[in-house]
């Protein structure tokens, strides 16, 4: 038994799951024991060969269905195109597990976007910046749709 999962504590009889931050301990373990009585310590009973061992499955909280990942409402920018650039840091995501990675990308509504648009998901920063012409306002305004997807593993949220 691994004694980083699993306390074996005799006295009193006790047997205990660890808590442990470790992924690389994500398994099934089967567990049994070997029965005896105390007076007659040479006469002993595997237990997994009368019965099936019990089990014990360690999950990884990061993946799912362990993990929720919420996300918080991106706030809505303005940018007056050929202005100075526009940088927008978007708040973190957050998990229930501090030590789960969380990763970011962004999608855009309309591809014509990309042109002004760059993102470092590394700080969840967005940077507008654009001067090539006023062809991505429209005749006055343009609302875009930007979206900040984080991703712990296989786990998304919006």
């Not at 991106?74 to 990675?101: D, G, H, K, R």
């Amino acid at each position: 038994m691994d004694p980083a999962l699993f306390t074996d504590n005799r006295t009193p009889t006790q047997f205990e799951l660890n808590y442990i931050a470790d992924p690389l301990k994500v398994g099934v373990y089967d567990i049994s024991y070997k029965v005896f009585l105390v007076s007659y310590p040479s006469v002993q009973v595997q237990l997994s060969s009368v019965r099936s061992a019990f089990r014990v499955t360690i999950v990884d909280p990061c993946l799912p269905p362990y993990l929720a990942v919420t996300g918080t409402p991106l706030t809505a920018q303005t940018y007056l195109i050929t202005s100075a650039p526009l940088v927008y840091q978007a708040p973190a995501f957050s998990v229930q597990e501090t030590w789960c990675a969380v990763s970011y990308a962004h999608s855009l509504s309309d591809l014509s976007l990309a042109a002004a648009l760059s993102f470092d998901a590394s700080s969840r920063t967005f940077t507008v910046s654009y001067n090539a012409g006023v062809d991505l306002s429209g005749p006055t305004s343009r609302v875009y749709s930007v979206t900040l997807t984080a991703t712990s593993n296989v786990v998304s949220a919006s």
